[in-house]
């Protein structure tokens, strides 16, 4: 079945960027998105990308898409402390589903 | 304000004691999913529904059912909860695919 991998921990210091990657199988996959999620808190759609799309930029988010390597990735730029959170990437193929990635957490150090 | 709202937040229950955890979105979406949270497993869909009356098998149902009599509310039922059900539920709810889900604030269930 669909994959989505990422890796479990990245730790930062403020002001520099973040980058969190993440690897899926999934060739049909539609869409791709971002999710946050702060301690207690449900997710947060941060940002999706079209599967036909290279690159998406929202102010300081930049979202990378390699289709060929099913690769994708978030770029955090000038990260704030208000960023620590644990990032997901999902992965939405035809009709409901999503799948998951297990989660990045991002510790940004003062 | 466009939710989805789920409840209870926290609950503690025993085992084999019939449960229903509520959620209810007023955003018109017409897909509903839940899906239970564990550490190192990332999102985990249990059952999903397409719209009123249809409902589907996600990659974890087992011990779990839902039914969907209306668009608004997609309850999610433990008939006979047991230990490995500990986990955090979302709820979520989707309009258009680009979209994404919106999810609910979560429940944090224990059963002892």
């Known amino acids: 079945g669909e994959d989505v991998e990422q890796s479990l921990f990245l730790s930062v210091r403020e002001g520099d960027s973040s980058v969190i990657n993440c690897t899926y199988t999934?060739?049909?996959?539609?869409?791709l998105y971002w999710y946050k999620q702060e301690p207690g808190a449900g997710l947060q759609l941060l940002t999706y990308?079209?599967?036909?799309?290279d690159m998406k930029q929202d102010q300081r988010l930049t979202v990378l898409l390699n289709k060929k390597d099913k690769h994708l990735s978030l770029r955090i730029a000038d990260t704030q402390t208000g960023d620590s959170a644990i990032y997901f990437c999902?992965?939405?193929?035809?009709?409901?589903?999503?799948?998951f990635g297990g989660g990045t957490r991002l510790m940004v150090k003062p | 304000e466009a939710q989805v709202t789920q409840n209870p937040r926290y609950l503690i229950t025993v085992t084999g004691k019939k449960l229903t955890v509520t959620c209810s979105q007023n955003?018109?979406?017409?897909?509903m999913s839940w899906y239970r949270q564990d550490p190192g497993l990332g999102l985990r869909q249990i059952y999903y529904?397409?719209?009123?009356?249809?409902?589907d098998k996600g990659d974890v149902p087992e011990g779990y059912k839902v039914s969907r009599k209306e668009k608004r509310n997609f309850p999610l039922i433990l008939e006979s909860p047991s230990p490995n059900q500990t986990s955090l539920y979302f709820c979520a709810s989707r309009g258009t695919q680009k979209g994404g889900y919106t999810f609910g604030s979560g429940t944090r269930l224990t059963v002892v």
């Open positions: 955003m018109n979406h017409e897909y």
């Open positions: 990308i079209f599967s036909n799309m």
């Open positions: 999902a992965e939405g193929g035809a009709g409901n589903m999503l799948t």
């Open positions: 529904s397409m719209n009123v009356e249809v409902t």
């Open positions: 999934d060739s049909s996959s539609t869409y």
